[in-house]
C-alpha cells in the first residue's frame, strides 16, 4: 500500500542549526509530495511540494528534493530559527479521487 | 480570499447535545474534507465531498454526520458524541479532488465532549 515514514522525533536544535528532517515514501504510480507545518495551537500549512521526481520544492528557506530512486524527500534548512518550532508533517497523494496520506509528524523545538 | 474559515474555534459539549462545526471556503476549491486530529498524531481523514457530493467516508461513526449545502460550505453534525470524539476537528479544501496542488486547511475547532 501507499505510506509514508518520517523519522522519529522531537528533534531539538539550537538557533541558527542545520535542519534535516527524513521522509521516506511507498506508493504505487508515481505521487505528488508534500511537507506541511503545524505551528501550536493552529492547523495546518503546506510548506512546499514537488509533483515529479527531482523536482525541489522550496518555502521560506526550507527545501526538499523528490527523489524517486530514494524513495524520499527529505526537508532541509540551512539555519533555523525559534519561529521554526512546530510539527513537521511529510504526505503523499497518489491519484484522483484519494486523499492526502500523512506521516506521523516529526516534532522541532528550537531554542535560542 | 485564500483561507479556509472554521466555526466555532472552541466547543464544548455534553454527551447528549447536539452541535455543528462549520467550514467555508471562497476560493472556488470543488473538493472539502473532514480530518480528526488527536494530540501528537497526523490528522486522520473522516470524510471527502467532491463536487458537493460525499465520496469518502472512513467508517466513521454516524454520530457525525457531514453535510455540503453548496460548494463553499461544509458541516459537520455531532450528535451523541463520547468523551474520546474530543480531538481538533480540521477542514480542507482542495482545487479538485486529486489534491496535487495541496490542500488549504482552516484552524480547527478543538472539541471537548463532557
Known amino acids: 500500500g501507499n505510506s509514508v515514514t518520517q523519522m522519529e522525533g522531537p528533534v531539538t536544535l539550537s538557533e541558527e542549526a542545520f535542519l534535516t528532517i527524513n521522509c521516506t515514501y511507498t506508493a504505487t504510480g508515481y505521487p505528488s509530495l508534500f511537507w506541511y507545518v503545524q505551528y501550536p495551537g493552529e492547523g495546518l500549512q503546506l510548506l512546499l511540494k514537488?509533483?515529479?521526481?527531482?523536482d525541489k520544492g522550496s518555502n521560506k528557506g526550507f527545501e526538499a528534493t523528490y527523489r524517486k530512486e530514494t524513495t524520499s524527500f527529505h526537508l532541509e534548512k540551512g539555519s533555523v530559527q525559534v519561529s521554526d518550532s512546530a510539527v513537521y508533517f511529510c504526505a503523499l497523494s497518489v491519484q484522483a479521487g484519494t486523499a492526502l496520506i500523512f506521516g506521523k509528524g516529526t516534532t522541532l523545538s528550537v531554542s535560542s | 480570499d485564500t483561507e479556509v474559515t472554521q466555526t466555532p474555534k472552541h466547543l464544548v459539549m455534553g454527551m447528549t447535545n447536539k452541535k455543528s462545526l462549520k467550514c467555508e471556503q471562497h476560493?472556488?476549491?470543488?473538493?472539502m474534507y473532514w480530518y480528526k486530529q488527536k494530540a501528537k498524531k497526523p490528522p486522520e481523514l473522516m470524510f471527502v465531498y467532491s463536487y458537493e457530493k460525499l465520496s469518502i467516508n472512513e467508517s466513521v461513526p454516524s454520530r457525525f454526520s457531514p453535510e455540503c449545502p453548496n460548494s463553499s460550505l461544509l458541516n459537520l453534525h455531532l450528535h451523541a458524541l463520547q468523551p474520546e470524539d474530543s480531538a481538533l476537528y480540521l477542514c480542507?479544501?482542495?482545487?479538485?479532488?486529486?489534491?496535487?496542488?495541496?490542500?488549504?486547511f482552516g484552524s480547527g475547532t478543538r472539541l471537548t465532549v463532557v
Open positions: 476560493m472556488g476549491h470543488r473538493a
Open positions: 480542507a479544501s482542495s482545487q479538485d479532488p486529486w489534491p496535487n496542488y495541496g490542500y488549504t
Open positions: 514537488a509533483t515529479k521526481a527531482d
